[in-house]
């Protein structure tokens, strides 16, 4: 995993534009830490951290290769998960390789095959090639979105960078939002629509999306997307399936040549993956590391509800002992929750998740100490149903984006002036319903299937990546790659096209999964209630963030009222707790989160000294 950013003009000379550059790949030296390196040409300038996972002699970036027509420069940042297949079919081809590096199969691969290299990739990506011959860029991001790619076009040029603040360290690029910019933050925020970068002139590629940059400008395209297939295997063959498919990408996701652990809830999507770990690892005589999450007090403070009905620990010290693994307990302590809300926005470059996103960041920080990649259970819930609105009728069949129903609360923090130029429903809504227009179904498809579908889609485009873009910030802020085998491609394409019936089955969330390694994990995981990412429970935690949002309120100098009305955030700081109406977003953004994304928000104003234009 790494850092990778560019810029291509064909009107500028760029080679001795080293001091830009250098700023550029400064932003990205926490994403890798381990070796840097650049090429630079009179139009094109890449710039490449690393961060060491496999073959460090012969993984260095950027990467050059020559065919007998043109010469190939690779800027990557990813994991190939099926290299030696590929390897194979290159060699057939007359290849030959210097090492084990799958940066040098990726080259070669778009070398042979052009963008149709893409079709034969398994993994999580973002690269760029450029063709120093024929003066072209070519850009693309893995399907599922799991690796960032932002860019900024320009007339004559073209800047790209694996974070968006890699795009504002350079000069053409300026830290201004709109009112779409402030619409997203406060409407939709922390999701944020897909492709946009929120700044001005700043977008992202989107999952399953690649693009060419020459003389003519940018062309975008959508190589891959999720379609409807009819299914065809009965239910015990969907069980096989699904459980081989699972299985199989686990264990591709566990090549490394550096250190390696697992994330391990105790819940029944990381007990899957530590699970096969294990075993696979037991083959080798070695013994897996798990790593759990938990914050001080806890023990005191937890109260159990529908919502989250237990405690993790418990769970994953049952697990733990189950595959013999060596497990570690993270605790984290309110004052340095809070604390890293700070870091926190920085890593992602925008207000966030508020202790969802800052807990993970301590969290990788203390892994990171050992270990160089993670593995994790995000995004089984998006493609398996594992979330309440897949399951409760009055939300699945209700307008909107199912884990945000707050759309008038965050509309009436706003300041009028703004409001003039926005219509909050209306924006969140169109949104809302491109999503599920873009969503495909077979004709014979039910009513219930094709909702299901687009849950499905909304879920991938939207929850998902709010989530995977948390996951990749906070991990590779520290420095830490972690792997998400329930975001395999081929997997989510087989899900996709199971029916409802059987993916719920016995009415369960994931009932599907459940029985899929029922009779091989312990009953009590299997069947366990799901349970959302951990959150303290510690009373401080919703005391300080008040008490640091009406330190805000009252500074006459916050920007944070350049946006809000500073009347109706006084009114949410004294809002009652059991009137404070809707979870922002899933329920993990409640009264204290809310609190906290606030003071976020205060802080990514002042971080990047955005400038607001109505």
Request: with cysteine; charged share 30%.
């Amino acid at each position: 995993m790494c850092g990778i950013a560019g810029w291509v003009d064909f009107c500028e000379n760029l080679y001795t534009k080293d001091k830009i550059m250098s700023k550029m790949s400064d932003t990205l030296k926490e994403r890798g830490p381990d070796a840097e390196g650049a090429f630079k040409s009179n139009e094109a300038f890449l710039v490449h951290r690393r961060l060491i996972v496999v073959d460090p002699e012969n993984g260095k970036q950027p990467m050059e290769r020559s065919s007998p027509y043109s010469k190939y420069i690779i800027v990557y940042n990813g994991e190939l998960y099926n290299t030696e297949k590929i390897r194979k079919k290159l060699l057939h081809a007359g290849y030959s390789f210097s090492g084990h590096s799958d940066t040098e199969v990726l080259l070669l691969s778009y070398v042979e095959w052009g963008e149709k290299c893409l079709d034969e990739l398994n993994g999580i990506y973002a690269f760029a090639v450029w063709n120093d011959t024929e003066k072209t860029l070519f850009l693309a991001r893995d399907r599922m979105g799991v690796k960032p790619l932002f860019f900024f076009e320009y007339e004559n040029g073209l800047i790209f960078g694996s974070q968006i603040k890699t795009i504002l360290a350079h000069p053409y690029a300026k830290p201004e939002i709109d009112e779409n910019g402030i619409a997203e933050i406060m409407l939709l925020g922390p999701a944020k629509i897909p492709g946009s970068g929120v700044f001005k002139g700043i977008h992202e590629l989107e999952q399953g999306e690649c693009a060419f940059f020459d003389k003519n400008g940018l062309k975008r395209r959508k190589y891959w997307s999720l379609s409807p297939k009819p299914h065809t295997d009965n239910l015990e063959q969907t069980i096989e399936k699904t459980r081989f498919l699972v299985c199989d990408s686990i264990s591709r996701q566990l090549v490394s040549d550096v250190p390696l652990c697992t994330f391990l809830s105790g819940g029944l999507d990381s007990s899957i993956i530590s699970y096969v770990a294990a075993k696979e690892y037991e083959k080798e005589g070695k013994k897996l590391s798990t790593y759990s999450i938990d914050y001080k007090g806890n023990e005191i403070y937890f109260k159990a509800n529908s919502f989250q009905p237990d405690a993790d620990a418990p769970w994953a010290k049952l697990m733990s002992e189950f595959i013999n693994s060596d497990h570690k307990n993270v605790i984290i302590d309110t004052p340095e929750l809070i604390q890293a809300l700070y870091d926190a926005t920085k890593a992602r470059d925008l207000p966030g998740m508020a202790d969802v996103d800052s807990s993970l960041l301590l969290f990788c920080k203390e892994i990171k100490k050992t270990f160089t990649v993670g593995v994790s259970g995000e995004c089984a819930d998006e493609i398996f149903g594992g979330y309440p609105w897949y399951h409760n009728k009055d939300i699945l069949y209700g307008e909107g984006f199912p884990w945000s129903r707050s759309t008038s609360q965050r509309a009436d923090l706003l300041r009028q002036d703004i409001l003039k130029n926005i219509t909050p429903f209306e924006f969140v809504n169109s949104h809302y319903k491109k999503t599920v227009s873009e969503t495909l179904a077979n004709d014979f498809d039910s009513p219930l299937e094709k909702r299901m579908k687009e849950m499905f889609m909304l879920n991938v485009k939207w929850f998902m990546q709010t989530l995977l873009d948390r996951k990749d910030r906070m991990s590779m802020a520290n420095g830490l790659e972690v792997r998400v085998p329930f975001c395999d491609h081929e997997l989510a394409e087989y899900v996709f096209n199971i029916p409802w019936e059987i993916k719920a089955l016995e009415g369960r969330e994931k009932g599907l999964l459940r029985r899929c390694f029922k009779d091989i994990l312990p009953d009590g995981i299997v069947f366990r209630k799901k349970n959302p990412y951990p959150k303290t429970f510690n009373p401080m935690y919703l005391k300080i963030t008040k008490g640091i949002l009406t330190e805000i309120y009252n500074n006459k100098d916050s920007r944070l009222f350049e946006i809000l009305s500073r009347e109706k955030v006084k009114s949410l700081i004294d809002c009652d707790a059991k009137s404070f109406g809707e979870p922002w977003f899933g329920q993990l953004m409640r009264e204290a989160q809310i609190f906290a994304y606030l003071i976020q928000l205060e802080f990514w104003l002042r971080m990047f000294d955005v400038k607001i234009q109505q």
